[in-house]
Structure formats: C-alpha cells, structure tokens
C-alpha cells in the first residue's frame, strides 16, 4: 500500500493553509513532520486523515482517491489520533479499545473472537496489556497515550496518523511510545505518519522526516538528510541559537571572552559552558581533542575553543598557555587526570604560577560558579 498526496491545497475559509504540498508515504516506516508552531503540521494530518478537504489536488492510498471514500472504507486502512481527548473517561480500557472495532462490528455490534483478539493484541502492541481492566481516568498521561494508541490499532490500519503523540509526555513515556511506533511500523510493515516537536525524538526513531514552513515541505528525507544546521536555522529563524545536526543538539550561542578561561575535557566542560552561557558570559575553553563533545558543544556555543593540533601539540599549548596569560579566571572543570590530559594539567599548574584565581567546579557548587565568576571579574 501506498500514501500518495498529489499537489495538494487547503484553507480555511479564504486563508490558504498548505499550498502544494507533494509526497509519498511507503509501507513499513515511520515519518516524522516536524515545522515551527503554526507551519501547517495538524492540518496537513487531518487532510491525509479525509477530515478536511483539499481545494486542489488528490490524496491517493493505492489508487483511490481518499476523499471520495466512504468513512467505513477509510476507517478499514486508516486509523487516527488526535491531540482531543476523546470522551471517554468513564470507560474500562478494554473497552475503549474495543471502539476501535466499530469499522468492523458497527457501533453496537457484538464483539467476535476475532475482535477480542485484536483488541489484546492492539494493548500487546503498546505494551498496556496489563491496563486492560483499569479505567481510563485514572491512567496517567504516558498509560492513557498508548491506549489511545491501541484504540486506534485495534482498528488494523494500514496507515496510522498521530498528531503530536508525545506532547505533554515525559522523557521515558517520550522515547518509549517512539520505539513502539517505530516497531509497529516494521512488524506491521504499516505507514505511521505523525508530526513531533522534538528533533531530537524525530532524528533517533523515525525513518524520514518532512520539515514544514508556512504551509510548505522545507525539506523531506532521512534525518540525516534533512536536519541540516542551515535549514533548521532558517526554518525555526535561530539566530541566536547554534545548532549541532548530529544530536541535534540546540545551545545558546556565546562568544569568546579572553577573561575566562575553562580546562576542560571529556564531557567535563558542557555543564560549565551552559552556565555560563544561561547567565549570558562567553569564555574560552581547552586544549580539547576535536572531537571530545567538550569541543563540539563550546564549538557549537560559538565560544573560543581551542583543540589540540596532533601534528604540533607544542604549538597547541603554547597558545592555550598564551590565552591563560591573558586570562582573569580559570576554571578547572574536574578533567580526568590521566595521561589523556597531561596538557591541561600542565595549563592548571601555570595558571596557578601566574596567580590566577582558579575556580575548582569539584570543590564548589554548580549554582556558586557564578557567583564566583562576578566576584573574581570585579576585583
Ligand atoms: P501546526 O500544526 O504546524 O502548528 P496548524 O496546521 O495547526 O499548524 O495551523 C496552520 C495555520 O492554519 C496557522 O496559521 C493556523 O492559525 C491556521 N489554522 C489552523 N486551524 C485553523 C482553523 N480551524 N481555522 C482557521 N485557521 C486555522
């Protein structure tokens, strides 16, 4: 099966919405949309769900064209769920489930074997089975998220759509609802559309992601593809914001400040760059191998970094050593002592001969560095 959206157009009332819009969705992956507040995400879903109507162009699955469906037939291949709740509060899981076989057994219609059977394999699937005699009301948000999610696989969709299903979830109920929607896709080898505000969510799970803007598609592809540092710039306008595509990972941009100066390494540096960089300092950090996520965060940040050169390590230094002279505070950020960072070490002990105020982060408190910091600045 195939979802195929042919140059589409929609508006509410004279204001056009999506305009143009061309894709194809194919059988067993999950797509992300993603896009700024307002870019068009909710109403592109709901014009692939036939619940609002182009004024151009055809939504095809195969070769049918979806609109001129009947709301039994669509129901058959397609299942939805949307931010509203539906209400159902008062109902036993199972049985909220159970509406998801309404395609098949009419509103009033008895359950068969086979219903049952797909009603306890839809809460298998999102991992609820042992919610199903629990009441909906008195699930949390994560638990009421996957039974919405079961309702909507009890109806056995060949194409699920999901608008913004990890929205108001917490971190693991965020990751786990993504990994069971990316494992739907493959074991049912169904289509799975659903738009995310999360980057990061979208990067790590889903197969292609569409990127939208003012009603158009910015960009389509896999994560690596289209999650480019130029075009998340321009579509969410970041201008204070740097962006690292392969978290993707977003930091508020500094500057180099030669007053202070980070010994960093191994991780060790990121937790002082956000602080600083939250209270609005720039600093400058080193000697850092290229690719220790130290350098690639404080690169990221905009802030001086400086790395080791493995052809002329002497040099390195001496610049490090250079910018530590010309330095007010130096922060020693708990780099590992080991043979890795002997050079930092090296830049500690000089920072101390020249009498600089060093900030040791594993003798004071996080929330103190910037306290620190001023007071050191100010004298
Ligand atoms: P997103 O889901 O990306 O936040 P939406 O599809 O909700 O974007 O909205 C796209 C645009 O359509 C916005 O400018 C929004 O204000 C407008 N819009 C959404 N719903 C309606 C509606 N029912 N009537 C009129 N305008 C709407």
Known sequence: MMLRVE??????????????????????????????????????????????EPYEGVVYVDLKNIHKMSRKELAKIMSV?????????????KDLVALGRYPYTGLLGRLSKRD??????????????????????????????????????????????LDEPTTFLDIRHRMEIMAILRDIAKRKNIIIIASLHELDLASKFCDKIIIMKDGHIVAA????????EEV?????????VGVWSAGPLFEIKTFPDNRIFIVAGAGTGVKIYRTLARSGFGFCTGLLY????????????????????????????????NLISRSIVVIDSGFPRTRTYRHNEKLIEYARELGREI?????????????????????
């Open 7 to 52: 140059n589409i157009s929609v508006k509410y009332g004279k204001k056009i919405v999506l305009k143009n819009i061309n894709i194809t969705f194919e059988e067993g992956t999950l797509t992300g949309i993603v896009g700024p507040n307002g870019s068009g995400k909710s109403t592109f879903l709901k014009t692939l769900a036939a619940l609002l």
């Open 290 to 321: 290229e690719y220790d996520v130290d350098a690639v965060v404080a690169k990221t940040m905009n802030a001086g970094v400086l790395t080791i050169d493995e052809e002329n390590v002497e040099h390195s230094i001496n610049n490090a050593l």
């Open 232 to 240: 998340l710039s321009q579509v969410y306008s970041l201008d204070n």
């Open 81 to 93: 769920v949307l931010t509203e709740r539906p209400d159902v509060e008062l109902l036993k899981v």
């Open 116 to 161: 049952e059977e797909a009603v306890q394999e839809a809460l298998r699937l999102v991992k609820a089975d042992h919610l199903a005699d629990r009441y909906f009301n008195e699930l949390s948000d994560g638990e009421k998220q996957k039974v919405l999610i079961a309702r909507a696989l009890a109806q056995e969709p060949r194409i699920l759509i």
């Open 359 to 379: 900030i040791d982060v594993c003798k004071i408190p996080m929330k103190d560095i910037i306290k620190e910091i001023k007071k050191v600045l100010e004298t």
């Open 221 to 228: 592809g896999t994560p690596e593809e289209v999650l480019q």
